[in-house]
């Protein structure tokens, strides 16, 4: 047991991996997707659109088998899977109950899709590995291009259209009556859903995805109502989640995605723990 | 691109008799099946007209006439004076309560403020301390203060209804459109929120259009009603359209409408329609 957990936790030659230039790429690209990933996680709590995130991830991951089975680059296969996928499930629209079937649908075949392409690749194995689990070598300095540009975007769309966006998803029907375009936005965030999704893909794998687009956002509910607030808290935790997590993860040479998930489900856990003691419960009327 | 601010504290007085809302020879129809035709009604300023009738005989069509959501298909709509458009400030809009997910990390007071602006593009930094005035006061004229706080889903549906008339009201609208807010209210709350809407009427001249299927918990405030039945309407007070030959024509069938203790009650209606008992 103890042996597990030192190679778990060991700090050995910590300072000299810190100084590569690829741990720097990856702390980079990590505490980008940490910002985007956190202002994007409340909305998607908000919405219930944890399993459409999840789902998304999957293409994304059948995207990026695509891409490294004809050579182009996984970025860009992952990218256009989950828009693709984000596109269908926005298009579902908001009836909750067709929605998660076909998003069961779509996701058990793409994520077939994925299996088989990567079943035909003969490439390095660590690539295969590397979509579903995610690791740091993934990131290169081109990666850290597209992320960033896509990082401004993002956020750009958001500070634009936040407050339209908040209203739709936390109070559709009176928004539609004010004259939002509800389902215009429903396309629009599950395409930047898409776009961040692709993003995570690489670094903690299409597996673990939640973790850092959905934990920090539940987790940031339970404490606060206030929706700034809650983004702040999302931000806060995604970044300490992902951050920590690849720092957490280099001396013992394991997938970060480990780490991440760990760390975000402990905040996670914090956050219902101070909320217990914070308010009691009411009973929901 | 934040909404223009009269003064924060008290509603703008309405000045002119022009009436608040007007329809002329409106009609909406779906390819070939029309809802009603000829519909012409005026309300004025401080005027409550009850919506009533059956589903499917084109109540929330006329909702969404007036939110701008929706075209006629001939005739004209006006409210304040001019042809309604998505998001207009010059109309409130009251929805039936419905149940919100506990764990939604909304305020009662985000809930309000998004009513006042959050069909506005932008962050919206500039003007909030004007913006967060006039939350306080809409909050503070529907008694809801103390749980401006909390988080929406946690609250009873009545004061969640509270917060709706709040949300309705803040952006100071000539017209509140009421549709079905009392449903599934208890009688206690029924009576706050409609006395919320009276006294925003008396108190503003706001003209009030409450869409409802009951029209007893409203019936001491109707000035008139208008009474929507399969393409057949009656506009007129409540003695006038709320009579068994009245109803009888509407619905072409045998209707009683009977006065039990000041409540009407309306027997006979076929199931597909209307069917109220004095509950």
Not at chain 1, 122 to 138: D, E, P, Y
Not at chain 1, 179 to 189: K, Q
Not at chain 2, 13 to 41: I, K, M, N, Y
């Given at each position: 047991?103890?042996?597990l957990?030192?190679?778990l936790?060991t700090f050995?030659g ?17 505490a980008?997707?940490?910002l985007?990933?956190?202002l994007?996680a ?8 944890a399993?459409?995130v999840?789902g ?15 050579g ?5 296969g992952a ?11 926005g298009?579902?629209?908001?009836r ?5 079937s ?10 077939g899709l994925?299996?088989?392409?990567l079943g035909?690749?003969?490439?390095r194995a660590?690539?295969?590995?590397g979509?579903l689990?995610?690791s ?5 300095s081109t990666?850290?291009v597209?992320l960033?540009v ?6 750009a769309?958001l ?5 339209p966006?908040?209203?739709?998803s936390?109070d559709p029907?009176?928004a539609?009556?004010?004259g939002?375009?509800?389902r215009?936005l429903?396309?629009l965030?599950?395409?930047l ?19 850092v ?6 987790a940031a509910?339970?404490?606060t109502?206030n ?28 997938p970060?995605s480990?780490?991440v998930?760990?760390i975000?489900?402990?905040g ?5 723990l ?6 009691p ?5 | 691109?934040?909404?223009p ?6 509603p ?7 009436p608040a809302l ?7 129809s ?7 035709d000829?519909l012409?009604l ?7 007209v009850?919506?009533?009738g059956?589903n499917?005989s084109?109540k929330t069509t006329?909702v969404r006439?007036?939110l701008?959501l929706?075209?006629?298909s001939a005739?004209e ?12 400030p010059?109309i409130?809009y ?7 997910d506990?764990d ?12 006042l602006?959050?069909?506005l593009l ?10 967060r ?10 008694g ?23 949300q ?7 017209v509140l459109l009421c ?5 599934s209210?208890d009688?206690?709350?029924?009576r ?9 009427r008396?108190a503003a ?8 299927h009951?029209?007893n918990p409203?019936?001491?405030?109707v000035d008139?009603?208008?009474?929507l039945?399969?393409?057949?309407f009656r506009i007129g ?6 009579t ?5 024509e ?12 000041g409540?009407l009650?309306?027997v006979g ?11």
């Amino acid at each position: 047991m103890k042996d597990l957990l030192d190679r778990l936790l060991t700090f050995e030659g910590l300072g000299e991996l810190l100084a590569q230039p690829f741990v720097q790429n990856a702390l980079i690209a990590c505490a980008v997707l940490g910002l985007v990933a956190g202002l994007l996680a409340p909305l998607i709590v908000s919405r219930g659109m944890a399993f459409a995130v999840h789902g998304t991830a999957e293409l994304a991951f059948t995207g990026g088998a695509a891409a490294l089975l004809t050579g182009i680059g996984v970025g860009i296969g992952a990218v256009a899977g989950a828009v693709v996928a984000g596109l269908v499930f926005g298009f579902l629209g908001l009836r909750q109950r067709e929605r998660d079937s076909v998003i069961g649908v779509v996701l058990a075949f793409g994520l077939g899709l994925g299996v088989l392409l990567l079943g035909l690749y003969s490439g390095r194995a660590s690539n295969k590995f590397g979509l579903l689990t995610g690791s740091i070598v993934s990131v290169d300095s081109t990666n850290l291009v597209v992320l960033g540009v896509i990082a401004v975007l993002v956020t750009a769309v958001l500070a634009v259209l936040y407050r339209p966006l908040l209203f739709a998803s936390t109070d559709p029907d009176v928004a539609l009556a004010r004259g939002v375009p509800v389902r215009f936005l429903s396309l629009l965030f599950a395409v930047l859903i898409g776009l961040t999704t692709a993003l995570a893909v690489p670094i903690v794998g299409a597996i673990l995805v939640l973790s850092v687009m959905i934990t920090p956002g539940a987790a940031a509910a339970r404490v606060t109502a206030n929706p700034l607030m809650a983004t702040i808290l999302a931000v806060l935790l995604a970044e300490v989640a992902l951050i920590g997590g690849t720092v957490l993860s280099l001396a013992p040479a394991l997938p970060i995605s480990g780490y991440v998930a760990v760390i975000a489900f402990l905040g996670y856990l914090g956050c219902r723990l101070v909320a217990r003691f914070r308010r009691p419960r009411i009973a929901a009327a | 691109m934040a909404a223009p601010v009269a003064s924060p504290h008290l509603p703008r007085q309405r000045s002119s008799r022009e009436p608040a809302l007007s329809l002329r020879s409106a009609r909406v129809s779906f390819g070939t099946r029309t809802l009603w035709d000829g519909l012409d009604l005026d309300v004025a300023p401080g005027e409550f007209v009850a919506v009533l009738g059956p589903n499917g005989s084109g109540k929330t069509t006329l909702v969404r006439v007036l939110l701008g959501l929706l075209a006629l298909s001939a005739g004209e709509v006006r409210i304040a004076g001019r042809t309604p458009r998505r998001g207009s400030p010059s109309i409130g809009y009251v929805p039936q309560q419905k149940a919100l997910d506990p764990d939604l990390p909304l305020r009662g007071r985000d809930l309000v403020g998004l009513g006042l602006d959050g069909h506005l593009l932008g962050l919206g930094l500039r003007g909030r301390r004007a913006r967060r005035v006039r939350v306080d006061a809409a909050l503070a004229a529907v008694g809801g203060s103390a749980y401006a706080d909390a988080p929406v889903g946690r609250l009873s549906g009545g004061e969640q209804q509270r917060l709706r008339v709040a949300q309705a009201l803040v952006g100071d609208p000539d017209v509140l459109l009421c549709d079905e807010p009392l449903l599934s209210l208890d009688l206690a709350h029924q009576r706050v929120v409609t006395r919320l809407i009276d006294e925003r009427r008396c108190a503003a001249e706001t003209a009030v259009l409450f869409v409802t299927h009951e029209i007893n918990p409203v019936l001491p405030l109707v000035d008139r009603i208008l009474y929507l039945v399969g393409g057949r309407f009656r506009i007129g007070a409540t003695d006038e359209v709320m009579t068994s030959e009245v109803l009888s024509e509407l619905y072409r069938t045998e209707v009683d409408v009977v006065a039990v203790r000041g409540r009407l009650v309306v027997v006979g209606a076929d199931a597909h329609g209307h069917c109220e008992s004095a509950s």
